[in-house]
């Protein structure tokens, strides 16, 4: 009877031991979290973690996800659980002020109402019209609201940069200034003001999303300071500066400003537009390189070279008289291979770019600066020289003559870091508090062309009932906005770089996958081939007699269609039997996965609790045969 009750009294002290301990545990380290996966899927930046502390004022975010419609899609499943526990890291580190709800919008219910009117994308699943969401809508104290509209697994390396984008957003709810300096009409046209009044010419396409969503303030031709107000600074095709207007550039970058700059050691768009004096000017190279900047930056975009690609050319016509298709190596297409797949900018550009007559960026051995590609030009290139281009270009004499450097060079980058001014001193007759050095590391964004936003390489304009309609033939214009939205952001969301991704498939399943498609795929084309073999053969013999006459058709050839039916049904079991094999090694293997991941755990407690059973067997005997003894 002692033995029973020590037994019973232990067992509840064991189960009164655990509730204390979970409930400590609880009460201690609530909120700690800890992310076991290889590569800290789910730990959050220390840009992120800033933004966070310094959130003024609470954000709601609310998580839209159709739980019980993602059922038969585990790639929607397995990302949305990632999507949550990211979400639910945000809860934990901004404390108060992340207020996370998950809603699931039950088809045709008020939730679901609610995801539409915050503008969420709904996915047709289904025969009766249900929608699957899958977005997010966050707002703040004064109801302003920015919104994810559908997670994308495609995006998923981007996950954390489009929630931090989504607060800060709701931090920063005012439109952010965009002051423009440039050498384009960017406002009026090709024409001018007087153009765009009679009706002959319109602002340049890019104006249009830049105003969507920029303050834009386009700085007049005799400006002599940058808005202290200005959150990012865009320079297209800047040339001409007076000394006053190169120092207030220097001096709004050292100063910490964001600036994206394109510079052109050659426009083609140049060469067509009026000169401010009337009288044009043969010496004229038309370029609009900030050489002191770059030169004090430790970067150089060489004047008197045009980067020539031939394994990215364009295709144009360059016939005379009749049409002749050639690649011009003077214009690069740059497509996914091209563009920096890890950066915000140029990751999820849908359309490749067309860049004209391009330079190219190279960090000299003073540089401060970390310089980080973003798009570049293919190994089949040659730097070519400028004069080539300035005088009616022949696309056929480049590619003849084409030699490549067997180099990628690099046509626009990211620059970070630590810059010196150009300037000693302010020039005479400016009052400014010259500054020599920047505090903290700049942001910029340079791009060594400035024609790749003119409306001809990007838009294509078309009449429609009575209207211009602008359709994009490149991505151009995405990535002038992509940049300028990421450089309106906060220091921290510009420092954010994509992740890794979550899904990793089994490599041996993987491996399974590719060698069963090599021992399978030689049969299966064979059986096609000899099904659409069976199935001409079949139709030439049944065409010689009209439908409804096969009396017309001999006893040998009766007996052949005969024939070659049995043959196609016999050729379509075999195809079906080769493609059941193709699935059943890998199907097998991931029974066994699966077999093992539901059974592994038990079965270690399984074994635990016998070993510690044999244990206190053993312990047991002993202590008996000392009680003997």
Known sequence: MNQRFMHFSAIVLAAVLFLSVNILSDSLFGGTRIDLTERKLFTLSDGTRTLLDDLDEPVTLKLYFSRSLAGDAPEIRNHA???????????????????????????????????????????????????????????????????????????????EYDLTRTIYGLSNPDRPMLTVVTGFP???????????????????????????????????????????????????HARDLTEAQMYAIDQYIVQGGK???FADPFSETGVNLPLPQGVPNPLDRHESLLTPLFRAWGVEVEADRIVGDRGYATRVNAGAGRRAIIDYVGWITAGPDALNSDDVVTAELQMPLLIPSAGHIRQTDEATLDVRPLVLSSPDSQLLDAAKFRTRPNPQALLAEFKPDDQRYVLAARLRGPVNSAFEKAPDGVEADHVMQSGEPVDLILVADADMLDDRYWLSRQAMMGQQIAQPTAGNGSFLINGLDNLAGSADLISLRSRAEGDRPFQRIEELRRAAEQRYLAEEQALVEKLSETEQKLAELESKAGEGNSELLSAEEQAAIADFQSRMLETRRELRAVQHSLRRDIDALQSRVQMLNIAAMPALVLLFAIGIALWRRRRRIASQRVREV
């Open 81 to 159: 659980d990632n999507v949550i526990n990211m979400l639910e890291e945000y809860a934990a580190a901004g404390g108060d002020n992340i207020r996370l709800e998950i809603i699931d919008p039950e088809p045709f219910s008020e939730a679901e109402d609610r995801a539409v009117d915050a503008g969420l994308t709904g996915v047709p699943i289904g025969q009766v019209g249900e929608n699957f969401y899958f977005g997010l809508v966050g707002t703040n104290m004064t109801d302003d609201q920015e919104a994810i509209g559908f997670f994308s697994p495609e995006r998923a390396r981007f996950l």
């Open 186 to 236: 960017l406002e009026f046209g090709p024409g001018g003001i007087q153009a765009a009044m009679r009706g002959e010419s319109q602002p340049y396409g890019i104006m249009q999303p830049m105003r969507e969503f920029f303050d834009v303030r386009v700085q007049p031709r005799n400006w002599d300071s940058i808005d202290p107000e200005t959150d990012v600074l865009l320079l297209v």
């Open 259 to 261: 600036a994206m700059i």
